[in-house]
């Protein structure tokens, strides 16, 4: 059975940084591309970045140049790196296989951006 746990949340200030962290059980990122989401109040779970296999990447608009995806796959970990945070990134960040698998979703980590 996959699990997959997010850390890393918190509160931070606008214009801070924040790292999340995804330690999944088994190795199913070695296989699969991975992704990071997140669900702010009220909106629909979104994409934010994806990292392929073979380490191409792809990012959300609103986060360019601002957010970077990457992994440890010895760990089993994937990580979100989020700079220049604005009180638009406040949701709920939750990691899975890109396209994700409606079973992995775990319980997320909480980002609010706010001074």
């Known amino acids: 059975q996959v699990q997959l746990v997010e850390s890393g949340g918190g509160l931070v200030q606008p214009g801070g940084s924040l790292r999340l962290s995804c330690a999944a059980s088994g190795s199913i990122f070695r296989s699969y591309a991975r992704g990071w989401y997140r669900q702010a109040p009220g909106k629909q779970r979104e994409l934010v970045a994806a990292l392929t296999s073979g380490g191409s990447t792809n990012y959300a608009d609103s986060v360019k140049g601002r957010f970077t995806i990457s992994t440890n796959n010895a760990k089993n970990t994937v990580y979100l790196q989020m700079n220049s945070l604005k009180p638009e990134d406040t949701a709920v960040y939750y990691c899975?296989?890109?396209?994700?698998?409606?079973?992995?979703w775990g319980q997320g980590t909480q980002v609010t951006v706010s001074s």
């Open positions: 899975n296989t890109y396209p994700s698998v409606p079973t992995y």
